[in-house]
């Protein structure tokens, strides 16, 4: 298996990477309309669809951390 990516790293359009994440927030965001994100260059914020979020949510807690591997990106849109 390969190594770790690094954020920086990360890129759409391909869907084997593996790094390693700390939760450090987690929240429950009641519109779609969320407002503006902010890139951090070693932080990211993600999302988890509304009906996938009972399957996720046993997994995470804050301050967590947690290996991710053979996930996808999407842009955010707005």
Request: net charge positive; proline share 3%; hydrophobic share 40%.
């Amino acid at each position: 298996m390969q190594g770790m990516n690094f954020i920086s790293d990360l890129k759409p359009k391909k869907s084997l990477w593996k790094i390693k994440v700390k939760v450090i927030r987690l929240w429950k965001q009641y519109s779609a309309a969320g407002g503006e994100t902010i890139e951090m260059g070693d932080k990211i914020h993600i999302s988890i669809k509304n009906e996938l979020v009972s399957q996720f949510q046993h997994l995470f807690t804050q301050r967590c951390s947690k290996l991710m591997f053979n996930f996808f990106l999407t842009p955010s849109c707005g």
